[in-house]
């Protein structure tokens, strides 16, 4: 098992879930923002954290990702 892909979807699912969105509009921004990249470089701090804080900055990456855009 990979761990990385599984945290990758865990984090997915679960941003889906607390925005109300389908699959493919949570992935279309983890993809049009660079999400997922961003959670391979911070799993080791992120994977020990709660559902709720990680969702949190997850949502705080996405707009500092918005406001250089």
């Known amino acids: 098992m990979d761990k990385l892909l599984d945290f990758k979807v865990f984090c997915l699912e679960n941003y889906k879930t607390v925005h109300n969105l389908t699959g493919k509009a ?4 983890f993809n049009n923002y660079g999400v997922f990249d ?5 799993y080791d701090v ?3 954290n709660g559902r709720l804080y990680i969702i949190s ?3 705080e990456y996405i707009s500092n990702a918005k406001a250089l855009t």
């Open 26 to 29: 949570a992935l279309d921004i």
């Open 38 to 42: 961003y959670i391979s470089s911070c």
């Open 46 to 48: 992120l994977h020990s």
């Open 57 to 59: 900055d997850i949502d």
